[in-house]
């Protein structure tokens, strides 16, 4: 057998806090609108990679508009 080893202190990851301070940047036109955020308050122990976007119907539905964000702003166009 070997010598023991000095214990680790080992933290799991959580949720990360949502993001804040969600300001529109600019909408250019009725189809074009950009937007930015803030990270949240705790990363949840590990800092964050991507983000989903996406909007409520109003409903409690939400629309997936984009999926591996990887920057603090998002710029969509629809064909609306």
Do not use: C, H, K
Not at 15 to 29: A, G, I, Y
């Amino acid at each position: 057998m070997g010598e023991r080893s000095e214990p680790w202190l080992v933290v799991a990851a959580t949720v990360p806090d949502m993001p804040t301070s969600l300001v529109t940047l600019s909408t250019t036109s009725r189809t074009v609108i950009s937007f930015a955020w803030s990270n949240g308050i705790s990363n949840g122990g590990t800092p964050v990679i991507d983000y989903r976007v996406s909007y409520d119907q109003g409903i409690g539905s939400f629309i997936v508009i984009a999926t591996g964000v990887t920057a603090t702003q998002f710029t969509t166009t629809s064909q609306q």
